[in-house]
Nanobody, 124 residues
């Protein structure tokens, strides 16, 4: 099992940047694929990005491709989401999620463990 704690959310103007971090507990972090999923008010959860165990494979939602970058540091048990050129439509609660697998889940329901979420608000 793994516990996940997100940080780095906040209020930013459109065009700005934020970097989210997700710290994982446990000694088997490198056995988990990690994902970022977001949920805006009144909307369903939306897949944002995922990264495989080693960090060599990443996938992004079309809505964030070219603006967001997911990365991980297995030595620090941490996954990151660098968000650039933020838009008001990026406003949401961002969740870090994990699944013990060798592939890269791209659906929110495919993840086993979830953090508590961090709020990102982008003003126009």
């Amino acid at each position: 099992q793994v516990q996940l704690v997100e940080s780095g959310g906040g209020l930013v103007q459109a065009g700005g940047s934020l970097r989210l971090s997700c710290a994982a507990s446990g000694r088997t972090f490198s056995s988990y694929a990690m994902g970022w999923i977001r949920q805006a008010p009144g909307k369903e959860r939306e897949f944002v990005a995922t990264i495989n165990r080693s960090g060599g494979i990443t996938y992004y939602a079309d809505s964030v491709k070219g603006r967001f970058t997911v990365s991980r540091d297995n030595a620090k048990n941490t996954v990151y989401l660098q968000m650039n050129s933020l838009k008001p439509e990026d406003t949401a609660v961002y969740y870090c999620a994990a699944r013990s697998t060798g592939w890269v889940p791209r659906k929110s329901y495919e993840y086993e463990y979830w953090g508590q979420g961090t709020q990102v608000t982008v003003s126009s």
